[in-house]
């Protein structure tokens, strides 16, 4: 993943790139937040990563043109704005159509605060992801040590077991945890700070 | 647990997860500054585990694609104007070609719309040899792209190779058919290629060419090759081989429909011969010089098998001069079947001996009756002596035959009969070929011969004017060094010179001519003779022509007083007057004065033994007074006198644009009927003809506008917006479109506005469609009447008093009956 700009870096880039690869850098940081932010507003699966993809197109289209005032506010509520008015549009037109699944939205789409926070968590769940990825492709970190970690999270081993299964000490696993935390700690942050660079 | 036992991180890790509680334990840890800091790190790592452990495993996995809808993959081809990737549409599941532009690839607004008016006219091409454009946009970077049909195929040249090297001429031929079949499709639709050359023609394996990338060129367009060659020398040698010698000059305002086919006569020449036809390595400047100025070695100078009429056809398509070249892809394209067939092709119709020996040997005629056939082919009774006579024993008949033909030519007035005379024509050039050598002291002779050469170019059916204006102005020039004014030879090369303007569309030219004629005609005959009737006849017209409406007027009604003067009261020639001055009615708006002469003139042909009620002149006559009385609201007479004028032009003349516009004429009285379904079955009919014709709409556009406003009626507004919307495309691709038609055209276009709610759109376009009617035609004409109409009351719904009292007043003055103009100009 291209998580090496800052997002200010990515719009000044939006803004005369004489190529398409700054909108795919652009659309890979911003579209998995946009499906999860649909798909928690209720859209389905094929929807969500509709509204995504259009809402990805306006925004970089009206950036283009000029409209995004900076000052007006930050990246995120202006992105939202748009992703809000898409999804209502779905909305809408499943209920004329009228069709059961979905006619409504899990949230009130009026709801600045919660639509806030649906965003955040998506952020956040985005940004996870890409600092395990990291972790895995990027650290020199050792394989066990890691393939520890990913025992005690996600196969939900206590650490005996843990130790057990890979023939390492209980404490080697500890270690592990620590080691593994503290990487993540510092990846995180740093994704942190380049999607921070957006306001 | 003791209470001095050291405390690890296994105890610190189940303290965090709340296994251990052990009191003692817990208060040494927290004494401990170091043990706190580490159950403290602890617990934030967990803290972030929990974090991952609920992390949605599921990573969504969407492409976001800078094209909404299709999967970019890879790259196809990458030129000086863009990329192409191959790509697959999600939407369809199937694969296309992407275009991309380069970024910047137009320097101004107006180069981007005209791009964009192109890729929407070519999207509306639908045929199975032109490739199709799905849809076009932008790419949220600003990129434009035009999405196609994905073919799979090779370009032109390497599918003819094979077929050369066996010696299949006819497979290539076959191909080139279909191509130029294709290109006529394209232009008959108002698009030029501009750039054909083998990479723009792929053929798949099954022998079906497709043509890519058409009027993309234009788009890129005029500017570009407005600049000096030599600064693209390096991207230009490419195509350079198939640039016309017009394009060459770098005159934008020259390419044509028939630089396409200049284009189309180099991928012939290559094909067939596996050679180019001018040799393009070399300094430039030269290169430049040779496309101008070096005619091509004959085909079949490179492969033998090519026969003396391939060769034709290949070197007229490749002609220096447009006017030498066939004139339109279709052109070429009849000719390549005409081949295909064994038929006389259409390039040497001016060599009347090899039109005569290629029938002859279609028909199998043996050839000891071939003389006396050759006779039959051109259509008239002139004995064999007349074909080989010695020109200088025997011009005194001669002078006199040229002159009974002459004579005979004049009586046929193309104007209202299309006799065929393109034999009699091809006669005449090779008599003009032989005139000067033979009778170069006889300039009374030369004179006439040339000047009934020229009236046969003007009239055939195929007629050319250049040749026309030489000859005409030959005998004119003959005439003034031997004759003095006032003369009647004199007089009649004023007449026809004046015609031959007219015809050109060089209408002030010819309204001088014609009055130096009729003054000349006047001084020699005074007013009542049947020449003076004559000239001021087409005196009138020409005037009329001219949007001088008024001033046409006395002009008729004197021509109409003289020739009832003067001729029988059954002859044709007052029938023709009372024609004219009908047009002039319908023009100034006064549909019943037009309907009651309109009568009178029928009265007339209806009696003539040589025309008959069932004959060409009745139909064009009835098809005024048809559209006189649908002016007028009688629309069930409008109906019955139309339907009657589609039957009679079905028989006098079939598949003519006259037929097709009685057609439109009686469309759009079912229209005012509602009758629909009818309306568009005639337009149907028109469409077709006019296709047949090679008549693209943007000169012809009153079917494809009614077709918008039928749509419109039924309450189609998608289909009426799109229709209407492709012929506005047209006609400002045109060059300089008929104003009353543009007018129609937005006066729809401002209906469908309104009937979407946008009034003040509706407005801004209607006053629009008013501008562009006001140079041609009078507020009374009935489709101004309806603009206004509406107009006024989008200014009354919009409460602009002002502005609907302006357009009522107009209203109602033209609703007032019609005085007589002023006879200030009465000649």
Redesign the interface.
Known sequence: MDMTRTSTVLLEGLKDSQNDQVWSAFARRYGPILVGFGRRLGLNETDAAEVAQETLVRFVEEYRAGKYDRERGRLRSWMLTIARTRAAAVFRQRSVRGEREGVTALVNLGDEHTLTQIWQTERRQVILRAALEELRSATKTNEKTIEAFELLVHGGCPPGVVAEQLGMSIEDVYRAKSRVSQKLREIITRLEAEYDGES | MPGDETI???HL?MIASGVLVDKVILERVAADPTLSAELE??R??NE??S???S???H??D?E???I?GYELLEEIHRGGQGIVQRARQRSADRMVAIK?LL??AFASDSQRHRFEREVRLIARLNHPSIVTVHESGR?????HYIVMELVDGVPVDQYCEPLRHAGDLRGIVRVFTAITEAVRYAHQRGVIHRDLKPGNILVSASGQPHILDFGIARAFGNDTQAEPLATKTGEFVGTLSFASPEQIASDPDLVDVRSDVYALGVLLYQALTGERPIDVTGALAEVIARIATEPPAAPSSHNAAIDTDLDTITLTALEKRVTDRYQTAGELHRDLENWLQGRAISARAHDFWYVARKTLRRHRVPVGIGAVFLVLVIGFSITTGILSFNLQRENKTLNGTVRGLGGALRAIDSETTPTPVRDLNQFLSQLVENIQSEVGDRSDVESAVREAAGIAYLDAPSSNYAEADFQLNRAYVLRLQSLTAPHPDLAASLHNLGRLRFKQRRFTEAETYYRQALAMREALFGKEHADVAWTMHHLAFTLQIQGRRDEALPFWTEALRIRRAVLNPGDINIANTLSGLATNHLARGDSASAAAVLRAALDIIHDDPDYGPDSLPVGRVKHNLGVAFDNLGAFGDSEQVLQDVVRIKNLSEPGSMQLARSHIALARTLLHLRRFDDAARELQLALAIQENLEIPINREPDAAILLAQIGLAQGDKDAANSQIDSVIDALAYADSPDPGSVGEAQSIRALIVAADGDINGAIEIAVAADAWFASVRTDRDPRVLENLKRLGDWYTQQQRSAEAAEIDARIEAASRPLAMPTEKHQP
């Open positions: 690890t991180t296994a890790e790190q602890i934030r790592d972030l585990m974090e991952f452990v992390l949605d495993p990573t969504p969407h976001f694609d800078p909404t991309t970024q910047g790419t949220p970077m600003g990129s």
